[in-house]
């Protein structure tokens, strides 16, 4: 999955709970809570893992590209969210 320099530019700055508001508005559900990780799933069956360690936590981009792979989002999805402009 490839994203231009200008999502990435966005991406980065995101929290923990801005990834996770947008899971949830895409209809990601949580489905489990083990330490720290939560697991959301949504009805089509994607399943990503969301490491959870304080809400204002951002990722590096190696395990933000994993995130966004799991979660299976296109650029114009999460302008749809509001992840990026």
Known sequence: MSFSKNAWAQLK???ADDLISALLKDGFVLDDNVRTERIYR???GR???IHYHSGKQTYGSSLLKDLLED???SE???KKLKLIK
């Open 47 to 49: 399943k990503v893992s």
């Open 42 to 44: 949504h009805p089509d």
């Open 13 to 15: 700055n995101k929290t």
């Open 76 to 78: 114009a999805e999460m």
């Open 71 to 73: 979660i299976g989002w």
